[in-house]
């Protein structure tokens, strides 16, 4: 069974520009969480897609959004970046359902210059 | 609101010694209680995870917690360490959300270096 895929794995991007990241979760998982991590702030929650839908969300700015397709992929976009979203994002996949633990991909290493 | 605590940054061991990493947590329902391990630029492997039940657990690599609702901890243990176990280790606390869907609140990591 293919685990959790996030492309691409690395990233450099210029102040101002906008990125999106790719993650697909595990066949048969509904559900897909973002978080960031920062060696000044550890891992923090993001968002939450379930059936397409954001089902929860964390205390980040508007400029970060995500979406979930219909065959479970997600992406998620940054706009205008700011040197302080250099950061490792992780996706983690879930069968979104009840008490369920949540399996992680490899992360996108996103660098902002 | 839910936290997570591993009161310690860094850890050393011996290869071949016990090991046992702390965490405490505060959430106000019945938590669910994750172990995850990360190598350096990886993403996070799950060691072992708390729903309810039998509250000495058993995971991956030889690793096992125990839920003890009066201490709010649930501490990771492991009999004998090998080299490999050498990276950062995550305790996380999480429950089903009102709306449904899960939520983890992650701890600041534990660095667990083995001597060899």
């Known amino acids: 069974k293919a685990g959790v895929t996030q492309t691409p794995r690395y990233l450099i991007k210029t102040r101002g520009q906008q990125v999106t990241l790719s993650c697909s979760p595990i066949s048969g998982h509904r559900s897909v969480s973002w978080y960031q991590q920062t060696p000044g702030q550890g891992l923090q929650f993001l968002f939450e897609?379930?059936?397409?839908?954001?089902?929860n969300k964390g205390n980040f700015p508007g400029r970060f959004s995500g979406r979930q397709f219909s065959n479970s992929r997600s992406e998620m976009n940054v706009s205008t970046l700011e040197l302080g979203d250099s950061a490792l994002y992780l996706c983690?996949?879930?069968?979104?359902?009840?008490?369920?633990?949540?399996?992680f991909g490899q992360g996108t290493r996103l660098t902002v210059v | 609101a839910q936290s997570v605590t591993q009161p310690d940054i860094h850890i050393t061991v011996s290869e071949g010694a016990s090991l046992e990493l702390r965490c405490n947590y505060s959430?106000?329902?019945?938590?669910?209680l994750f172990w995850y391990v990360q190598s350096p630029g990886q993403g996070l492997q799950l060691l072992l995870k708390y729903f309810s039940g039998d509250t000495l657990v058993q995971g991956i690599k030889g690793f096992e917690a125990e839920f003890k609702r009066s201490q709010s901890s649930f501490n990771l243990r492991k009999p004998s360490v090998h080299w490999s176990d050498a990276a950062e280790y995550f305790c996380a606390v999480g429950g089903v959300l009102t709306g449904g869907g899960n939520k983890l609140t992650f701890g600041t990591g534990t660095q667990l270096k083995v001597e060899l």
């Open positions: 959430y106000g329902a019945t938590p669910y």
């Open positions: 897609y379930f059936s397409e839908t954001q089902r």
């Open positions: 983690a996949s879930s069968s979104g359902t009840g008490a369920t633990e949540a399996f």
